[in-house]
């Protein structure tokens, strides 16, 4: 493998920039005389389909971001036909699609029986976040610039393209493509591998595919055919070119059972408006949404984050948050990124909308007195520069969101309608980490332990069965329950291995000469309410 220096980084505004330079076995139909018996002939692959390119991911919780430039992706049918599903460079974040999927794009294909699957990557780089020995926070950045590495797809067997409409998902392994120290901190040059490994497989529109939690800016509104067109939140690499700083673009459909939250209807849509999207991919192809959230729906200087926060302090409502995905005014401005610091003294808490929210047999509350780290929020503004503690980035809203946590299950109960399960958590997760550090608004009793709430409403995706001892991925919002670690669970997904696929094992035969790592150490100065940023970054190896 070929790998060039690692990226650099730089700071302003205490946050982190990083500048880069970047179906079917057979297509055969028999032919029998007279009357025929048994199962119809399979349908004739010929003409062109309408195929929607979905991501996903698949992985335990070690790493908090994950982006890979995507430059292209080509199909290769069983006869070697060779055809383009995208040639211009993507730049999706996979750690948010953990057990998710969302639509990259929408392309004709030719209908045929494909075998094979070639992708190429550009910059590519993940993040993990831990504790120094001192205690202080640090963000591990890994990454490559103009990667030439090989990748991975597998297709666990072929893809027939018929009809008129077909989905496809492309899953990155996240284990597989990432290999690094066992523990997330880090000095100076340290061996580690970035090889993307993909699943890609057919994803049938029947039932209907449903995409969860997907956020991003509206950009036109069409009130004849009631549509809208949104561009995605996409990953840091994206905001090299401010006019390009978002992800992929997708247009939705709305209809009369189109739920809205935070909006009074589909008339108060608007350009530049910052929303959550939940939607199903019609059997032709189409996205409807069938449920669309505004927090925030003050368009001026508006700014939106994804993340998680690292430090709730107990000296003043201000938070210390990792910037998974931002978007809005910020980050076209050149001052969001992975270290964003809050105060949510006048921000209005949410909590994103469940439907069995009220049927808990513990009372689910998300407020300033409970809030912890290691829960994922969804977080607006309307600063337009970083002020100093303890103003720092003013939260107008502060909305609860769910989030994907692995971990072994130790017991299994009942209480009332629903199904509890005890989990462990892995110690890299971010929750047990990041609860030791002193000087927090919330104590939780037992940060290790997570009781998981499953019912009625909840997915069950999973094709191992929930017993003790299995590794499970439960999806849903976490609350604090008076110090207990509580989940009202959405989706129940087969698990992965809770300790890293690749410490130092088997890297030293999959790198070359050149590797390195930069690295972020973010402290926090609880009597003056400081934020510092330093950063570090290695050389080549020889």
């Known amino acids: 493998m070929k790998a060039t220096s690692p990226l650099s980084c730089n700071s302003r505004y205490s946050r982190v920039l990083w500048l880069l330079t970047l179906g079917l076995l057979a297509a ?4 029998c005389g007279g009357s025929s018996t048994g199962a119809p002939p399979p349908p004739p692959v010929n003409g062109n389909t309408s195929v929607t390119l979905l991501l996903s991911s698949t992985g335990n919780d070690q790493l908090s971001q994950f ?53 190429t990557v550009g910059d590519s780089g993940f993040t993990c976040v ?73 994803a049938p529109l029947t039932p209907q595919v449903s995409e969860y939690g997907m956020r991003g800016k509206i950009v036109s509104v069409s009130p004849s055919s009631n549509s809208f067109t949104l561009a995605l939140a996409g990953g840091i690499m994206s905001r090299s070119n401010p006019s390009t700083a978002d992800g992929q673009k997708v247009s939705f459909l709305t209809n009369e059972k189109t739920v ?20 199903v991919i019609q059997s032709d192809g189409s996205q409807l949404a069938t449920h669309i959230s505004v927090a925030d729906a003050d368009t001026t200087n508006l700014s939106v984050m994804t993340g998680t926060p690292l430090y709730v302090s ?19 401005s050149g001052q969001a990124g992975q270290i964003m610091p809050y105060s949510f003294d006048a921000a209005d808490f949410k909590i994103s909308n469940v439907a069995n929210l009220h049927d808990l047999p513990f009372v689910a509350e998300f407020g300033a007195a409970n809030i912890f780290a290691g829960q994922s929020v969804y977080v607006s503004t309307h600063a337009t520069a970083l002020q100093g503690w303890p103003i720092y980035f003013p939260a107008t ?4 969101i769910p989030q994907a946590i692995n971990g072994t299950i130790t017991g299994i109960s009942a ?45 069950m995706l999973n094709t191992q069965p929930l ?37 130092h094992g088997d890297l030293g035969s999959r790198l070359t000469s050149e590797q390195g790592t930069a690295f972020t150490r973010v402290s926090y100065d609880r009597s003056t309410g400081n934020v510092t940023v330093v950063h570090e970054r290695s050389g080549r190896a020889k």
Not at 28 to 31: K, L
Not at 260 to 279: K, N, Q, R
């Open 28 to 31: 055969t139909a028999v032919s």
């Open 67 to 119: 982006e890979i430039n995507l430059n292209s992706l080509s199909l290769t049918s069983k006869s070697g036909k060779t055809v383009d599903l995208f040639t211009t460079q993507q730049n999706p974040e996979f750690i948010h699609l953990n057990g998710k999927v969302e639509p990259l794009l929408t392309v004709s294909v030719p209908q045929d029986v494909y075998t094979a699957a070639k992708i």
């Open 130 to 202: 831990t504790l120094s020995p001192s205690g202080g926070l640090v963000t591990s950045y890994f990454g490559y610039m103009s990667m030439d590495t090989p990748t991975t797809v597998t297709l666990p067997t072929p893809i027939t393209v018929t009809g008129s409409a077909r989905a496809l998902s492309l899953n990155l392994q996240v284990s597989q493509s990432a290999s690094f120290p066992s523990s997330c901190y880090v000095q100076g040059i340290v061996p580690f591998s970035i090889t993307p490994t993909f699943n890609l497989t057919a």
């Open 260 to 279: 809205y939250e935070g909006i009074s209807g589909f008339s108060a849509v608007a350009s530049d408006m910052l929303i959550s999207v939940d939607a």
């Open 314 to 332: 107990s000296s003043g409502p201000t938070l210390i948050s990792f910037g998974q995905q931002n978007q809005g005014y910020l980050w076209t």
């Open 397 to 400: 809203t502060m909305t609860l």
């Open 415 to 459: 209480e009332g309608s629903f199904t509890t399960y005890n989990v462990a958590l892995a110690p890299y997760e971010l929750i047990p980490t990041l609860a030791v550090q002193a000087g927090q608004t919330t104590v939780l009793t037992d940060p290790t332990n997570m009781v998981v709430y499953v019912d009625s409403h909840t997915r």
């Open 467 to 503: 017993a003790v001892g299995s590794v499970v991925r439960f999806n849903g919002l976490v609350f604090n329950d008076n110090g207990i670690v509580r989940m009202d669970c959405g989706q129940v997904d087969d698990g992965v291995s809770v300790t890293p696929a690749d410490t």
